[in-house]
């Protein structure tokens, strides 16, 4: 079906337009990494890019293709290419985008390993890279320099929930040339369009709120031009980080309810973190529905809701942290986010350990500091948990 003057549900549900001579209600897995061809001229068509027909799967495979295709529409893009994890999405990027001698600016609070890499490996490669607080404009028109080709974003961003103004920046792109790419894994789709916005390219980590089962790790790039999806799908192709077709098919079958798994969330972030705010242990809460939010406002203008992201500040320190961590029951103390479990973690003695107490504060990192990614159980349930594990602290 033609699903592009259709809602938003009914992209995720019938979206990809896959259709075979048995009429299967579901995309099947085409667990296969080769496709013959009926004969020589075929082949020579298939290689020329004229026809449609498939080659190998670490250059498209139908299980797949559904799947770009429908999160290229979701995104408004012209086209996606599915990768075998958020970080393959990444990299794809900067492969694609940078050369020798070029230059990116970053968000600082980027996802870390989006950061680390960017400044221990591609140094190697002669690519410079400037880390600012983007939630901030002028620090990004302060850091652009004549040879920066790349701005990447990630809004809102890990774990100081910072929003950034996705069409500022790209104008401020616009006017030098530069790329501007988002990641958008915080909000999905459903709650944030940023090729909309007036980005050039925006990428998920599908791991999270896309699949959203907490199963598989996968990423997806949607760039909005043709030619950016080809210089991209090029790359990918022949980094050799595509998607599997099982990955797929499990990516696509998530991605069904993404709207009302969000939904549900995000009802259940609003209790929890108002819950939190009035909490006596707790010091502050960050999350976009709150009017507590200092970007709130923006929040409002440029995300169809505040997602299911909440970070808060113990009063209690490192102590208290680790003493919440140690008690929760319902909540499970683990990395990673946008599943239908709640999830807690405390970046000062997990994710963000290794980091010195002055790289800590730069990046908005207090010893308090916890991270939530609500889940869709009863948000009585989610509460009460917090509330015992409060206790303690
Ligand atoms: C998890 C995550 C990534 C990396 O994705 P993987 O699927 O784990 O490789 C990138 N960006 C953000 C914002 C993430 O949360």
Redesign the pocket.
């Known amino acids: 079906m033609d699903t592009k003057n259709k809602g938003f549900n009914s992209k995720l549900v019938h979206g990809g337009g896959y259709k075979d001579q048995l009429l299967s209600a579901v995309t099947p897995i085409y667990q296969t990494s080769t496709f013959a061809f009926h004969n020589a001229d075929h082949g020579a068509q298939c290689f020329a890019g004229e026809s449609d027909g498939y080659i190998y799967t670490r250059l498209g495979n139908p299980t797949i293709i559904d799947l770009e295709k429908t999160v290229a529409e979701l995104e408004n893009g012209f086209g996606g290419i599915a990768t075998s994890?958020?970080?393959?999405a990444?990299n794809t990027v900067y492969l694609g985008i940078l050369e020798s001698g070029s230059h990116m600016i970053g968000h600082e609070a980027l996802?870390g390993?989006?950061r680390a890499i960017m400044e221990s490996l591609y140094p190697k490669f002669n690519v410079e890279s400037t880390f600012v607080d983007a939630t901030k404009l002028e620090n990004v028109k302060n850091a652009i320099r004549p040879n920066t080709r790349l701005i990447f974003l990630?809004t809102p961003a890990?774990p100081t929930i910072g929003i950034t103004d996705i069409k500022a920046v790209s104008e401020i792109a616009k006017e030098v040339g530069a790329v501007v790419c988002v990641?958008n894994?915080?909000c999905s789709p459903y709650l944030q369009n940023p090729l909309d916005l007036g980005a050039d390219i925006v990428l998920h980590?599908?791991?999270?709120f896309i699949n959203g089962h907490a199963d598989i790790?996968?990423?997806m790039v949607v760039a909005k031009t043709e030619e950016m999806y080809r210089q991209l799908r090029s790359v990918m192709m022949n980094v050799g980080c595509n998607m599997d077709p099982h990955q797929a098919f499990l990516t696509r079958r998530g991605l069904k309810t993404l709207a009302i798994r969000i939904d549900r969330a995000q009802a259940n972030s609003m209790k929890v973190a108002e819950f939190l705010e009035n909490h006596p242990k707790v010091e502050w809460v960050k999350y976009p529905g709150l009017k507590s939010h200092p970007q709130y406002e923006l929040a409002q203008k440029q995300m169809r809701g505040p997602g299911a992201m909440i970070s808060f500040g113990l009063k209690g320190g490192l102590d208290a942290g680790k003493k919440m961590m140690d008690n929760v029951q319902l909540a499970l103390l683990a990395v990673?986010?946008g599943g239908i479990e709640t999830l807690i973690q405390h970046p000062a003695s997990m994710t963000h350990s290794k980091l010195s107490r002055e790289a800590k504060e730069k990046a908005g990192i207090s010893d308090g500091l916890v991270r939530l990614s609500v889940g869709i159980e009863e948000a009585e349930d989610i509460i009460a948990d917090l509330d015992q594990a409060l206790m303690h602290v």
């Open positions: 994890s958020g970080m393959a990444v996802y390993p989006s990630e890990n990641d894994t915080f980590s599908m791991t999270k790790v996968a990423g990673s986010l």
